[in-house]
């Protein structure tokens, strides 16, 4: 058995990450073109390898070097998830000691590791964070059926006042990043730019789409971003504009993507992450979703702490507020720069 980095052998690759119980999208090699291509980061994927050659075990990371925010490798930046897909703990302890000694030699503060399952070590861990996750039938007319009427009024409302959704990929892409970036302005953290959805798209033709919400005249009010893995379709980013709140455009945006899932055979509908008990968490469990536990994991230099690159941290309390005051022009222009150096 012996760990190496990733040598342009991208269909093995894949065909492991196909194969594993553990894996994500995110895992397959198109994400280190994305990362590389739009970030222009330093990326160290390693392999595990048989005495036959064959692949055993997996581990993506990137590395991030600013300033600002310090130096560190993630597996994996941006996303919910990463880690290591190995296919036994023997195998996921040389691949985190391979990962340690890269670590070491770039001078790194940490190393971090977004699992769902236990590693089985005594790294320091994080769990405040879960994923919310539907279990969907083969029918929408059975979701629907099992909706509270609550929540069928709420769907209903943005379509009795003239909105509309629809699902399409690169046509929807300016519709999606005009209701993001006014979001993302909104929240105070700096937004990605619109190049890095378009890298996504392209580097993923089959399995990503955009689901926007329009009024009646034509403006998009809500949009998101859905991607599908295996049996499971995921909403990583989604937004909608504050000032038409009162007409709820983001419930028929998610009704829209949860048709859309059934429609395609998906068997899980994968919320993304939040704070049990929080506003979003609560958003996402009126749908029927359950909690599932996340592991963030982390080596850590020594006497480093587990680091706090997050809106709570209140160091970033001013930068936030004042990050909420500037025009939405500044931040599309100055943005990217700040977020790809953020985890």
Not at 9 to 15: I, Y
Not at 156 to 184: H, T, W
Not at 212 to 219: A, C, D, F, P
Request: aromatic fraction near 14%; proline fraction near 6%.
């Amino acid at each position: 058995m012996g760990v190496r980095l990733y040598q342009e052998e991208g269909n093995r690759w894949d065909a492991y990450v196909m194969d594993s119980e553990t894996s994500f999208s995110y895992h397959l090699i198109a994400w280190k073109n994305v990362i590389e291509r739009t970030f222009r980061k330093k990326t160290f994927y390693l392999l595990s390898e048989d005495e036959n050659g064959k692949i055993n075990g997996i581990l993506p990371m990137v590395h991030t070097k600013s300033l600002l925010f310090g130096n560190y490798m993630v597996s994996l930046p941006y996303f919910n998830y990463g880690g290591i897909c190995s296919d036994c703990q023997e195998i996921r302890d040389q691949l985190l000691k391979e990962a340690i000694d890269i670590a070491r030699r770039e001078n790194v503060d940490h190393i971090e590791l977004r699992h769902t399952h236990p590693m089985g070590n005594d790294l320091p861990v994080k769990t405040t964070k879960v994923a919310m996750e539907l279990k969907l039938p083969q029918k929408a007319e059975e979701l629907w059926n099992g909706f509270s009427s609550k929540l069928r009024s709420q769907i209903r409302r943005p379509s009795k006042a003239g909105m509309a959704a629809k699902i399409g990929r690169e046509e929807e892409l300016d519709s999606f990043y005009s209701v993001f970036s006014v979001n993302m302005r909104d929240l105070g953290t700096p937004v990605y730019g619109k190049e890095f959805f378009k890298n996504i798209l392209r580097e993923f033709p089959k399995t990503t789409w955009v689901c926007t919400v329009y009024t009646q005249e034509g403006q998009p009010v809500a949009s998101s971003f859905l991607l599908g893995f295996k049996n499971r379709l995921e909403i990583p980013w989604a937004s909608s504009l504050r000032n038409f709140s009162p007409l709820s455009p983001n419930m028929l945006l998610y009704w829209f993507s949860l048709q859309f899932a059934c429609e395609n055979g998906y068997e899980i509908f994968d919320f993304g992450r939040s704070t049990p008990g929080e506003g979003a968490w609560k958003f996402k469990e009126q749908w029927g979703a359950k909690p599932i536990q996340l592991y963030w994991y982390y080596w850590l230099k020594e006497g480093r702490t587990i680091p706090e690159l997050n809106p709570k941290n209140p160091k970033y309390r001013a930068s936030i507020r004042i990050w909420k005051r500037l025009p939405v022009g500044l931040t599309k222009m100055i943005g990217p720069a700040i977020v790809k150096n953020l985890p």
